[in-house]
């Protein structure tokens, strides 16, 4: 059973950084591109970063691209997401994915002062 469960979310203030973790199962991850996506309150979710299976290569959305890095360690079924120079319009319950599988519950992100 594929799944995805993600982690690392909180309050944060503008400017601030966040590490968030999803640990996957159920498949071969390694074998897998990741993704990570966001849903802020009221609005579709929206793709945020992706990293291909090995972690050769990466893509941003514009609108987190220079802030974000998308990173996986495949020893352990982990994709990370690492966010500094937090907004407020960053604020989201951030999802992971692959091409398969489900959504998991997601992390809320919350970035105010």
């Known amino acids: 059973q594929v799944q995805f469960v993600e982690s690392g979310g909180g309050l944060v203030q503008p400017g601030g950084s966040l590490r968030l973790s999803c640990a996957a199962s159920g498949f071969s991850f390694s074998s897998y591109a990741m993704r990570w996506y966001r849903q802020a309150p009221a609005k579709e979710r929206e793709f945020v970063a992706f990293i291909s299976s090995n972690g050769g290569g990466t893509m941003y959305a514009d609108s987190v691209r220079s802030r974000f890095t998308i990173s996986r360690d495949n020893g352990k079924n982990t994709v990370y997401l690492q966010m500094n120079s937090l907004k407020p319009e960053d604020t989201a319950v951030y999802y992971c994915?692959?091409?398969?599988?489900?959504w998991g519950q997601g992390t809320q992100v919350t970035v105010s002062s």
């Open positions: 994915k692959a091409s398969l599988g489900g």
